[in-house]
């Protein structure tokens, strides 16, 4: 990753944008993504390195996502939508609705990257008219699991989303704080199931790898 800071007065102050790269020859990437962040934001607008675990489990899966509709929950910086864009999905990049500063990134960054996503406000567990016209193959969600108040409305929205649309998926990268108890405790209590479970670190490149820290999972949850 590689970051400039906004010296031309383009960006707000403190914002800086990112680049992030994928494919196998760092010195000639296949894709590069422009991220703009803000270092005074501590949620919305920073890239959390669960998004970018999920961002490339996208790119090396990339096939998967071409002419997929795709939504992101609490997207922030929206790596992840980006490259599902980018490769072919037909994105909506969702964050809560009060967050008008990271809706707007949202739209920035799309044309940062020349990409039309639909952006949108959803709020965990509030179920506003823009919720019902939503029918995703694939939800995302990067570092969505942080806040145990957060769960039961997160959980929601996601189990609402995978029954509107039979054969979807969710798919999240989290940081593992409790070892697979929390995974299990809400599969049970939500009636999903997860079909997949991997370190991050697994499938990362080691260029990715070594700028990361911590006990990162991908996991892939569907209805039972
Ligand atoms: C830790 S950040 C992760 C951002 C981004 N996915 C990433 O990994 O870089 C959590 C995101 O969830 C969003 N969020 C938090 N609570 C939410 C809620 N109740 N409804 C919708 N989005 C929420 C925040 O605005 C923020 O963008």
């Given at each position: ?9 383009t ?9 992030h790269n994928?494919?196998?020859?760092p010195e000639k990437?296949d894709?590069?993504?422009s ?14 390195p669960c ?5 490339e489990?996208?790119?090396?899966q ?11 929950l609490?997207a ?5 939508g980006?490259?599902a864009?980018k490769?072919g ?13 990271v809706?707007?990134?949202m739209r ?12 949108l406000?959803?709020t965990?567990?509030?179920?506003d ?16 699991l ?10 929601a ?5 995978l029954?509107?649309?039979?054969g979807?998926v969710?798919?999240?990268?989290y940081?593992?704080r409790?070892g697979h ?17 991997l370190?991050g670190?697994s ?5 990715k ?11 892939e949850?569907?209805?039972?």
């Amino acid at each position: 990753m590689e970051s400039n800071d906004s010296d031309d007065g383009t960006l707000p102050t403190m914002s800086t944008i990112s680049r992030h790269n994928f494919g196998d020859n760092p010195e000639k990437p296949d894709l590069c993504i422009s991220v703009i962040e803000n270092m005074k934001e501590d949620y919305g607008l920073f890239v959390w390195p669960c998004s970018i675990v999920l961002a490339e489990y996208i790119w090396q899966q990339r096939q998967r996502f071409s002419g997929t509709s795709v939504v992101e929950l609490g997207a922030g910086t929206s790596l992840p939508g980006l490259v599902a864009a980018k490769v072919g999905a037909d994105v909506t990049l969702t964050d809560d609705s009060s967050r008008l500063e990271v809706l707007d990134n949202m739209r920035k960054v799309c044309d940062l990257n020349k990409l039309k996503c639909n952006v949108l406000g959803l709020t965990w567990g509030v179920w506003d008219s823009s919720i019902f016209n939503l029918q995703a193959k694939v939800i995302l969600g990067a570092d969505v699991l942080y806040d145990s108040n957060a769960f039961d409305d997160l959980f929601a929205t996601v189990t609402f989303l995978l029954q509107k649309s039979p054969g979807s998926v969710f798919i999240t990268a989290y940081h593992n704080r409790s070892g697979h108890h929390l995974i299990e405790f809400l599969m049970v209590k939500w009636g999903l199931k997860c079909v997949k479970l991997l370190d991050g670190f697994s499938f990362l490149p080691p260029c990715k790898a070594s700028m990361l820290s911590g006990n990162i999972q991908l996991a892939e949850i569907t209805l039972i």
